[in-house]
């Protein structure tokens, strides 16, 4: 009896990630441009790739059943493409989102330790100071100060309908 079944992973998805790879390799030489660079030089290295790229996922999901694993992630592909060839017109956006998920790590990380406050009242008071600490470092304020001063804001009865000059990214200085 011979094993129809290959094991690892399926030639046409090798292909497809060689091309991701790709990708990739490109937006490691221009990871210090500036936006207006990266534009540029992703239209000459990354277009033509990205052209190449759809023409293979366009030829590859007719050759594949849609209801197979390959097919699946084919499809996937297909279905967020749009948003993939975003990053090669603009120079701010990235070719993924983990630069984003770095930042945000440390507030998801705080919310979750939440979980182990002791008391629900104790947890969710956790994690609206962790979620504003988090809030500050993102918006380049000093949190420490920035706590001290919308403590005193409020102990000084700060008006109920100011409240937005209080959120973080509306913080300039001491309330």
């Not at 002791?118 to 500050?136: D, F, K, M, P, R």
Request: glycine share 6%.
């Amino acid at each position: 009896m011979h094993d129809v079944a290959q094991s690892g992973a399926a030639p046409i998805a090798r292909e497809g990630l060689a091309q991701i790879h790709a990708l990739y390799r490109i937006e490691k030489d221009l990871r210090d441009l500036n936006a207006d660079q990266r534009r540029a030089a992703r239209k000459d290295r990354s277009k033509p790739v990205i052209e190449a790229f759809e023409l293979w996922l366009a030829q590859n999901r007719a050759r594949v059943s849609t209801k197979s694993p390959t097919g699946e992630a084919l499809k996937y592909t297909a279905k967020y493409w749009d948003g993939l060839c975003l990053f090669r017109d603009e120079g701010r956006i990235e070719l993924d989102n983990k630069p984003v998920e770095r930042t945000i790590r440390p507030i998801a990380l705080s919310r979750k330790n939440a979980l182990f406050a002791g008391h629900e009242a104790g947890s969710q008071n956790w994690v609206v100071i962790a979620s504003l600490i988090e809030t500050c470092k993102l918006n380049g304020i000093e949190p420490h100060r920035y706590l001290s001063g919308l403590l005193t804001a409020i102990a000084g009865l700060h008006k109920q309908a100011d409240i937005n000059k209080l959120l973080p990214w509306n913080y300039a200085k001491p309330v």
